[in-house]
């Protein structure tokens, strides 16, 4: 049979791991394939850029939306298993999982407005396109819209690896995000500090090439806890401490109203960065990322003409 769509292959993707172990990417394919009666002819499709099947692109997309959810879980790279809500959805939908599926669950429906929100634009549901149909679209914006639909998942997933490092990472990360993104004015533009007794500081950069402007870095590597009015307070405390006057707070979840109006009344010039703006900015930044595909996109040159 021809290749499904992505979403006819949720279903089937979470059926294969209904017996509760881990599979690689390869093995699931096959497993499909086999299951599907998808010939090698049309597994052997290539898409466009010649780099990748149609069948293994759409088997992606359909772990990662299901990871989104909350269906799969990655405990190792390149290996998916089924969680308890996996489970669940499963059992009470025997004929078809897609979006509209996982749409129950905010973690979802996070995922599909983080970028939307991150550019200021109108979150899902208010006079969106649907996913694959752009017919409405001019191709500039149908490549955008993917464009953002595949970052939104990158950025779920740079924070899930996050997570799993230790908060050391996350204080070394930052500091090589921030030099990425010009700051720094010295070869050694950047110090570690996270320690036992660091005081609340976590790294330092130094803007200008004497090193006399510092800007002071703390990160909190959390899940579930909001960074809240105290934690910046804390963190105001310990610039004081260094006779700073700038700071980075960066967290991998998320800041309370109180923190971010402590934020900005203080005599400090701080900075508040969180989880969906710290993984933005590391696909900003070649942070932790690579080009896989590279597209151009070209247009009639009036010019041309004019001058025939």
């Not at 279903?11 to 390869?26: G, K, Y």
């Not at 703390?218 to 105290?230: E, I, L, N």
């Amino acid at each position: 049979m021809p290749v499904p769509d992505f979403q006819s292959l949720m279903r089937p993707t979470l059926a294969v791991h209904q017996d509760n172990q881990p599979h690689t990417s390869a093995n699931l394919r096959d497993r499909l394939a086999d299951q599907l009666e998808v010939s090698a002819e049309d597994r052997a499709v290539m898409l466009p850029s010649g780099r990748q099947s149609v069948f293994s692109n759409r088997v992606a997309w359909a772990v990662t939306h299901m990871a989104q959810a909350g269906l799969l879980g990655r405990p190792a790279r390149g290996v998916t298993q089924i969680t308890d809500r996996g489970t669940q959805v499963l059992a009470r939908h025997p004929n078809r999982v897609d979006m509209r599926v996982l749409s129950q669950f905010p973690e979802y429906e996070e995922f599909r407005a983080r970028t939307k929100q991150r550019k200021g634009q109108p979150p899902p549901g208010h006079q969106e396109t649907p996913h694959g149909s752009r017919d409405d679209l001019s191709p500039r914006e149908a490549i955008e819209d993917v464009i953002d639909s595949a970052h939104s998942a990158v950025a779920a997933d740079l924070l899930a690896r996050v997570l799993k490092q230790s908060p050391a990472f996350l204080e070394q990360l930052v500091l090589r995000l921030l030099v990425k993104m010009g700051y720094g004015g010295l070869e050694t533009a950047t110090e570690h500090l996270g320690a036992p007794g660091d005081a609340g500081l976590d790294g330092l950069i130094r803007l200008d090439r004497l090193g006399l402007d510092v800007v002071y870095v703390q990160a909190k590597r959390y899940t579930d806890t909001t960074v809240g009015r105290p934690d910046i307070q804390a963190f105001v405390g310990a610039l004081h401490g260094v006779q700073a006057t700038r700071g980075i707070f960066i967290t991998t979840s998320r800041f309370s109203r109180e923190a971010r109006e402590y934020a900005e009344r203080v005599n400090a010039r701080l900075v508040l960065i969180d989880g969906p703006e710290l993984a933005a900015l590391m696909i900003e930044h070649d942070c932790g990322v690579v080009v896989e595909e590279s597209f151009v996109l070209k247009q009639v040159d009036d010019n041309f003409f004019e001058e025939a």
